[in-house]
């Protein structure tokens, strides 16, 4: 089945930008919707955006205007990079895959703690 | 963009019991609806998916229902392992927006 993996900087400072990878095993990410979603500590999942290995990208509103996402396959990889951030920012990021454009998401990522401070 | 309302937010409940969570969506979305279990320190996992749909592997206790704005999940008989918060999900088009979540404890 498939696996994800995400790593990046665990931590951050305000106003830069924070650079995550999603890394897939046992499964090409050109078959997949990838969507990250983001979870500060005690607090319920935000859905931040997702991409189709194909260019395609679609961003939560709240956030479209500091988010990008691509796709290298060469890599079997997809990247998050959110910019301008501030602690508000600070939360587990997750990636997730789904199996079609009206799928749910059925394989997650452990998740990778991020925080933003000086 | 379309809201998901999940209530109760918390519950506690007896070993045994039936429990039941409930979403409402802020427009119709057919059956484009997933329920997700997490559990502390861990990603969400996927319980059901078209609103009724079990999951592979997941216990037959878990069942869903529902279509359109109004949307539940219940465990039939909790046992100490379903301990967790479980959120639903509208999967039709982005934003694939969650519900705020629903923690699940034994009373």
């Known amino acids: 089945q498939v696996q994800l993996q995400e790593s990046g900087p665990g931590l951050v400072k305000p106003s830069e930008t924070l650079s995550l990878t999603c890394t897939v095993s046992d499964g090409s990410i050109s078959s997949y919707y990838w969507s990250w979603v983001r979870q500060p500590a005690g607090n319920g999942l935000e859905w931040i955006g997702r991409?189709?290995?194909?260019?395609?990208?679609n961003y939560n509103t709240s956030l479209k205007s500091r988010v990008t996402m691509s796709a290298d396959t060469s890599k079997n990889q997809v990247s998050l990079k959110l910019s301008s951030v501030t602690a508000a920012d600070t939360a587990v990021y997750y990636c997730?895959?789904?199996?079609?454009?009206?799928?749910?998401?059925?394989?997650w990522g452990q998740g990778t703690l991020v925080t933003v401070s000086s | 963009d379309i809201q998901m309302t999940q209530s109760p937010s918390s519950l506690s409940a007896s070993v045994g019991d039936r429990v039941t969570i409930t979403c409402r969506a802020s427009q119709g979305i057919g059956n484009y609806v997933a329920w997700y279990q997490q559990k502390p320190g861990k990603a969400p996992k996927l319980l059901i998916y078209a609103a009724s749909t079990l999951q592979s592997g997941v216990p037959s206790r878990f069942s869903g229902s529902g279509s359109g704005t109004d949307f539940t999940l219940t465990i039939s008989s909790l046992q100490p392992e379903d301990v967790a918060t479980y959120y639903c999900q509208k999967y039709n088009s982005v934003p694939k927006t969650f519900g705020q979540g629903t923690k699940v404890e034994i009373k």
């Open positions: 991409i189709y290995p194909s260019g395609s990208t």
């Open positions: 997730a895959s789904a199996y079609g454009d009206y799928a749910p998401f059925d394989y």
